[in-house]
DNA sequence: TAGGCCATCTGGTCCT
DNA sequence: AGGACCAGATGGCCTA
């Protein structure tokens, strides 16, 4: 069992800690470190953690060492009180230390890997939402807020079957966000913040500066920045020789600046929208484990007034592709769209959906 | 230096 | 019984 944490790197911690491996002298760790030292042959589990045990530490304990420690301190004798209930506390033996060790030990690492998951799980969110650097990463918040906005911003879209105006769309996008957070969105989008602050954000405006916007303090790109389009100086617009592509724009097929609506220009969506409802992930190579689970997500917008049909056009929006006459084979799954950079024809379909 | 963000540990609770 | 999930505590790092 030991040989095994041993060999066990996501342990490692723990092991270190427990085996006063930790040279950090002065921290928790080595103070419990020399409880344990210390006070092992007549230790109550409080010495070790501080308070009671948790009962699953109880349902570890074998018989071999089921001997009971005598009931407080003889107070409670002649029925002067009643006598206490619920499980009589054991004496912790030296191999009851060591089990309710390992059980901390190994609840520690799956605790690890359960926050590394979900953070590779928030890292994948981040690159579906308008803002993706690896270099400056959005906060957790933040991404989970700008999240929400996004949907909500293209369920309107879904919902009204026409492209909202610009200001609009980041005021969507933005809400909620704090002010750098806002200026980022600004940057991807190629808006000054000022002219989209929201009233609110205008009044806590002083929270968190001017709010003033300056593209080049924050490195942000959009995921599908390593787009020829989007590189930097691929083409003369100042936004773009700094890197900078805007969702917007690939959205709307370039309706932010007259230059993107020339033909030659065919942005792709970053991020990656699915008409037909299914919007699949497949990452890259990592031995990352989303990668085993194979996500698949599926977004329904049939509830939403509108979605089925959208009038004067043909789509039809639900979660069958072959209804709705894009068929899923059409749609490049995200993996796809970000690594190979090439257009889907939903694309054009619905590009030229918000062009009519 | 204060505040924000993050990783980790920890104990409690719930579920299978 | 053991694992998943959660929230609180703590300390480190970074930035304005």
Not at 80 to 85: G, L, N
Not at 290 to 312: A, C, F, I, Q, V
């Amino acid at each position: 069992m030991l040989t095994r944490l041993f060999s066990d790197p996501s342990l490692l911690p723990d092991v270190q800690k427990y085996s006063g491996w930790a040279d950090d002298s002065d921290s928790e760790d080595s103070k419990i470190k020399d409880e344990d030292h210390d006070t092992q042959d007549d230790m109550d589990s409080s010495d070790l953690r501080g308070d009671s045990r948790t009962h699953s530490e109880h349902a570890g304990e074998d018989d071999e060492d089921d001997e009971v420690e005598e009931e407080d301190d003889g107070e409670d004798t002649e029925g002067e009180r009643p006598k206490k209930r619920g499980p009589k506390k054991r004496k912790m033996t030296q191999a009851r230390i060591e089990r309710s060790k390992m059980r901390r030990i190994k609840a520690n690492a799956r605790e690890r890997t359960r926050m590394h998951d979900l953070n590779s799980a928030l890292d994948n969110l981040r690159k579906v939402v308008p803002c993706y650097s690896k270099t400056q990463k959005l906060s957790k918040i933040e991404t989970l807020r700008l999240a929400k906005n996004y949907i909500w911003a293209l369920s309107e879209i879904l919902r009204n079957g026409k492209r909202p105006d610009l200001v609009s769309y980041v005021q969507t996008l933005c809400k909620g966000l704090s002010q750098p957070t806002t200026n980022l969105v600004a940057g991807c989008l190629q808006l000054n913040s000022r002219n989209f602050l929201t009233e609110q954000q205008c009044q806590e405006g002083g929270r968190y500066g001017s709010g003033s916007f300056s593209m080049h303090s924050y490195p942000y790109q959009c995921a599908r920045l390593s787009s020829p389009h989007c590189q930097p100086g691929s083409n003369s617009h100042p936004l773009r020789t700094h890197g900078y592509c805007s969702a917007y724009d690939s959205l709307y097929g370039g309706s932010g600046s007259p230059e993107y609506n020339s033909p030659e220009y065919e942005g792709p969506l970053s991020p990656p929208l699915c008409i037909n409802g299914n919007f699949s992930l497949k990452h890259q190579g990592s031995a990352s484990p989303d990668n085993e689970k194979g996500y698949h997500y599926s977004m329904h917008y049939s509830g939403l007034p509108g979605s089925r049909s959208t009038g004067s056009h043909n789509l039809v929006f639900g979660s069958s592709g072959a209804r709705s006459g894009i068929h899923s084979e059409n749609v490049l799954p995200y993996h796809d769209m970000h690594l190979h950079h090439e257009r889907a024809p939903v694309y054009d379909e619905l590009n030229a959906f918000f062009h009519n």
